[in-house]
């Protein structure tokens, strides 16, 4: 059975940061990318970031990018999520997915999903 599990989700005041850790099993890690996707009040969920260990290579959306880092550690099966200078409007769930297809970027692609953690950032 897979399960992906969020922590660190937290309330922070603007300009602040926090990381956020999702801790996979029951699969096998390094065979799937994972994905950070977030969702607002009212709003769709969206993508954050991403990372495909087969490449080597990270994908981050333009409106977080100089601000968030994923990083993984396939050791740990654990991939994570620093976000810096928070703003407001990144107030939102933060879930972790996991996909065996390349499209990274796209909620629809993923395999499993985690259920969420709560990020709130105070202006």
């Known amino acids: 059975q897979v399960q992906l599990v969020e922590s660190g989700g937290g309330l922070v005041q603007a300009g602040g940061s926090l990381r956020l850790s999702c801790a996979a099993s029951?699969?096998?890690?390094?065979?799937?990318?994972m994905g950070w996707f977030r969702q607002a009040p009212g709003k769709e969920r969206e993508f954050v970031a991403a990372?495909?260990?087969?490449?080597?290579?990270?994908y981050t959306a333009d409106s977080v990018r100089g601000r968030f880092t994923i990083s993984g550690d396939n050791a740990k099966n654990t991939v994570y999520l620093q976000m810096d200078s928070l703003k407001p409007e990144d107030t939102a769930v933060y879930y972790c997915a996991a996909t065996s297809k390349l499209r990274v970027v796209v909620a629809g692609t993923y395999d499993y999903w985690g259920q969420g953690t709560q990020v709130t950032v105070s202006s």
């Open positions: 029951g699969l096998t890690f390094s065979s799937y990318s």
């Open positions: 990372i495909r260990w087969s490449i080597g290579s990270t």
